[in-house]
């Protein structure tokens, strides 16, 4: 298996702009996790699915940020508009269900809003 | 709630040293508990896990932890450190309410002298 693939790796955008991050999940898994992670705040998570239907999006800053999954092999996380505290790298996690599973992550988005 | 504490947010060994990395969580009832590794630029990669088999979990790499629940303990060890084990460490708990995701700690910066 490929593992969980996120794209793009890196982004560089201006205040203001729409940004949406891409994740493809490992086959067979069905839950997927959005974290972000600051130097300042560790790793924080956004929202959490469980079999594409959103469990707990608690985490999530502000209307600022949406995040979808329309099917089991994808999901997007979009900001918009996109403001530089949002600078972070975001990480897609995804596992089977059961408590006992980690979670394999992929190498993640390193976002930067100037 | 649940949560992991991971103290000493720097740890600095010498190659071939002991390697120690604390994690302590709360929990009202036994939780599971993960480590993670992060090497730069890179995602999070399972180190090993505690389901509540064996209290003594070997993981990748030559790593180890005990789970001692009289001390709310989760410590990860190595007998002999490598250099190639400079990364950064996180410690996380799973809670037992359905619908949650992994809590992470903080981290432990691990840097190996040669």
């Known amino acids: 298996d490929a593992g969980v693939i996120q794209s793009p790796r890196h982004e560089v955008t201006e205040m203001g702009q729409e940004v949406t991050l891409r994740c493809k999940p490992i086959?067979?898994?069905?839950?997927l996790f959005w974290y972000r992670q600051t130097m300042m705040r560790g790793l924080e998570l956004l929202i959490y699915?469980?079999?594409?239907?959103?469990?707990?999006d608690s985490g999530m800053p502000e209307d600022r940020f949406s995040a979808k999954m329309p099917n089991a092999s994808f999901s997007t996380l979009k900001i918009q508009p996109s403001e530089p505290r949002d600078s972070a790298v975001y990480f897609c996690?995804?596992?089977?269900?059961?408590?006992?599973?980690?979670?394999?992550f992929g190498s993640g988005t390193r976002l930067t809003v100037v | 709630a649940q949560s992991v504490t991971q103290l000493g947010s720097h740890v600095s060994v010498s190659e071939g040293a002991l390697v120690l990395l604390r994690c302590n969580y709360s929990s009202s009832v036994p939780p599971y508990l993960f480590w993670y590794v992060q090497y730069p630029n890179q995602g999070l990669q399972l180190l090993l896990k505690y389901t509540s088999a064996a209290t003594l979990v070997k993981g990748i790499n030559g790593f180890e932890a005990e789970f001692k629940k009289s001390e709310t303990s989760f410590h990860l060890t190595k007998p002999s450190a490598h250099m190639s084990d400079a990364a950064e460490y996180f410690c996380a708990v799973r809670p037992n309410q359905a619908g949650t995701a992994l809590i992470f700690g903080k981290g432990t910066t691990l840097s190996v002298s040669s």
């Open positions: 086959s067979g898994h069905n839950s």
């Open positions: 996690a995804s596992s089977f269900s059961g408590r006992e599973y980690g979670y394999t």
């Open positions: 699915f469980n079999n594409n239907v959103p469990i707990d």
